[in-house]
């Protein structure tokens, strides 16, 4: 988690860098491309009748974004995320690690000569290809996995998850900048008796290219 944060604090010094760039990926002018780099940290939650609050976790990504018509900033992203999710409470805390893929439709507005402004709303689907709950066992403390249903407190997990993604992004001279939240729509539990969903804030910083 250190280098993580190492690695934010380099990107944001080399921001002067991009200078020499006009507002790039995100033109509102003209039909375009662009690719992307995100990193980020989520605040996740499981919400329902597990009721875990707030987990820090990570968020690496790569983008790609097509304009989708040439009369209006109506632009379509789409990329491959790895997230970290769960909840914690008291003694208890539930981590797992996704791959997702979001769609999303984003709509630009020029703020000034140099920023622009993204809404941006689509759903999104993830797997959870691994994680490990810490819990109050028999013998004390335990790790077991978040998946198991015959020892993790939560029943086990469901791997594969969808939802919707809101926020708002702003680009100024290719260095973008976003917010948001993700609600789940999936119940993740296994147990049949419980139901519960994946929720997330998020913030992610990156280059537009």
Not at 11 to 35: C, R, V
Not at 63 to 89: H, N, Q, W
Not at 189 to 196: G, H, I, M, T
Request: charged share 20%.
């Amino acid at each position: 988690m250190k280098k993580f944060f190492v690695s934010i604090l380099v990107a944001m010094l080399a921001i002067p860098s991009f200078a020499q760039y006009s507002s790039g990926g995100f033109s509102l002018d003209e039909e375009n491309l662009y690719w992307g780099v995100r990193f980020g940290v989520t605040g996740a939650s499981l919400g329902g009748d597990l009721d875990l609050g707030m987990k820090a976790g990570m968020t690496l990504a790569g983008v790609v974004g097509l304009r989708a018509s040439d009369s209006t900033p109506v632009f379509i992203e789409s990329g491959l995320y790895y997230t970290e999710r769960g909840g914690k409470k008291d003694d208890f805390r539930v981590g797992y690690n996704n791959l997702e893929i979001p769609i999303l439709v984003k709509y630009g507005f020029k703020v000034g000569d140099e920023i622009a402004v993204l809404p941006f709303v689509g759903p999104y689907f993830s797997y959870a290809f691994s994680g490990k709950t810490k819990q109050i066992g028999t013998e004390g403390k335990e790790s077991v996995g978040t998946f198991d249903e015959k020892k993790a407190f939560t029943g086990g997990l469901k791997r594969a998850n969808m939802g919707f993604k809101l926020g708002v992004g702003a680009e100024y001279n290719k260095v973008y900048l976003e917010l948001g939240y993700q609600l789940g729509i999936t119940n993740v539990c296994k147990d049949d008796d419980l139901s519960s969903h994946s929720n997330a804030l998020f913030c992610n910083f990156g280059v537009n290219f």
